[in-house]
Each structure stands twice: as C-alpha cells, then as structure tokens.
C-alpha cells in the first residue's frame, strides 16, 4: 500500500490535536466535517493504524497516534516555514538576484542602476559577475544579463537601457608635452599605444568611424593588458595613447589627467542591454529590478 498522502491529511492530524475536536479542526482548515473525517480515514487506513480513539463526546490519540503527530509536526513546521519564506518573496523583494555582464557594461550601470536598486531594496543581494565570454544566462544560473544589443540572444526579452555610449581616444598631458597630438586615426600607428588583450587571447583592434569612412587599427605600444582599469593606470601615467569607454574615463578628462583626442572619429556604439528569459511567477526582487531598470532606460532615474 502507497505510504504516499497529501499534506491535508497531515495537517487534519495536527488540527484535531490543536482544536481537540473534529468539527473544530474542520472550521479550522475550511473544509466540511466529512472531509476532515475522509481525510484521517485515508491515512488510517494507508498506515494500517489507528491514530486516533473516537467517542460521541471526545477525541484522543493513540500511543502510536501520540508517536505519529511528535515526528511529523516539526517537519509540518518546516514546510509551513518554507511556504512562508517563498511568499514573501513574492510581496517583499529579499533573496539573491544574479547578474551577468561584460566587465565594460557592469561599470556603466553599476552607480545609476545596481547602486540605486540596493538603496530601494537592502533586503536584496545582488550577485554581479563579469566576465568577457558570452554565456548562456539561463543555463549558467543568472537571472539576468547585460550586454550591448548586438549581441542579446533573439529570443530573450530585452531592455534597451538607453544611454549613449562611446569610445574615447586619450592620453595624459605630459605625453603631448613633446609630440604632435594625432588628426587622424592613421597616425596612431607611429605612437606608442596601450594595447588590450580580449578574453579569447585576441588583441583587441581600435576602431574609428567618420562621415562613410571606417577602419581599424592594430596599434603597438611597450605594453599589452587584459583589463581597463590597468590601461587606464598606464595611460595616466604617460606609457602612451590608450582606447577607453568613455564612461572609465569621463572623471580623468573633467580632473585634467587626460586629454581626448579624435573625438569625431568615434561615434556613438550600439546601446546596451538588460535582457532575460521570459519566467513564470518572477520574484519580488526580480520584477522590483525589471522596474528600475525601465525607469532607468526612461531617464527617470539621476543618472
């Protein structure tokens, strides 16, 4: 015989013990007399016991129905506990929300959007990895990902965040102090550049575009790195001429520790994107983030 029973049938147990009487434990779960009464029978009847001794006047248990109820009520407690956490989840954001981006594209909506979400939700951990290869956000275990719209998945919901985005050319005063400052991008190629290193160990080629004109350089330089933030170290100490989203360094250009150059040969890139697989029955955090994020992409967030 299945030992197999719906949770009803255990929590009737607990409710005849808690309300000491049938028709009480009935009114209690909200169901009929019959149907608490249907329900010990079953389990009666499947644990080949009695559980418990039935008079008109009262209701007690049986030594095995005493033994029964002190092992299932601390798992029935567990259960109920675990059914509560999740629902709150779907009322409160809590929990941990996981995010997978470009290290570039996690730097730009770090301050207006992830920062911002923390403060609004400090419930919420926000689990944020970068790396340079493309994944699979679903299958890797993210609940979200963030990569320039060019390069979303075709069946993903996207968001496109909005914000114009650009390379920058630049380098720091002192190393203008002695040269001729580049007009076009041509020239680069007799400058000593910083070059970076891409995650499949390709060496990441600049790119320039101005009026029907595009092309791309393989520049040289004393130095390769594989991370901005240390292009960006080089570059401010005069190494050479370095290739930057506009965003890393927008703070150096305004404090005077860099100068742009060939501004007209860098165009607006394509926007980024906030996208993730459509899900039934989204958490509290996720759809709280989904919100932000549009109120972002709408600027109605400070930016």
Not at 99 to 121: C, D, G, H, K, S
Request: charged fraction near 20%; glycine fraction near 6%; hydrophobic fraction near 45%.
């Amino acid at each position: 015989m299945s030992l197999r029973h719906s949770l009803i049938e255990l929590e009737a147990v607990l409710a005849i013990v808690r309300c000491g009487s049938f028709r009480a434990a009935a009114l209690d779960l909200g169901i009929s007399t019959t149907a608490i009464s249907n329900a010990v029978g079953k389990l009666e009847r499947e644990l080949a016991v009695r559980l418990f001794n039935r008079t008109t006047r009262s209701v007690s248990l049986t030594y095995a129905g005493r033994i029964f109820v002190a092992q299932i009520k601390p798992a029935l407690e567990d259960i109920q506990k675990a059914m509560n956490t999740a629902r709150s989840q779907q009322e409160t954001p809590s929990g941990t929300l996981r995010i997978n981006a470009f290290a570039t594209a996690a730097r730009e909506i770090m301050a207006p959007l992830v920062l911002a979400y923390l403060q609004r939700y400090p419930q919420v951990h926000v689990d944020l990895v970068t790396e340079g290869r493309l994944v699979d956000v679903v299958a890797a275990g993210f609940d979200l990902g963030v990569r320039s719209a060019d390069l979303v998945p075709s069946d993903a919901i996207a968001i496109p965040l909005g914000q114009m985005r650009r390379m920058a050319v630049a380098a720091s005063p002192a190393f203008f102090e002695s040269r001729a400052i580049p007009q076009m991008p041509q020239e680069l190629l007799a400058y000593p550049c910083v070059r970076v290193r891409l995650p499949n160990g390709a060496l990441f080629r600049w790119r320039f575009e101005k009026s029907s004109e595009e092309l791309q350089l393989d520049v040289e330089g004393p130095i390769t790195l594989d991370e901005a933030s240390l292009a960006r170290i080089a570059v401010t100490n005069g190494v050479g001429i370095g290739y930057f989203m506009e965003t890393d360094v927008r703070d150096d250009f305004a404090a005077g520790r860099l100068v742009r150059i060939l501004e007209d040969w860098t165009p607006p890139l394509v926007p980024l994107c906030l996208y993730y697989s459509n899900r039934r029955n989204p958490s509290a955090a996720f759809q709280a983030f989904i919100a932000l994020a549009r109120d972002f992409a709408a600027g109605r967030l400070a930016q």
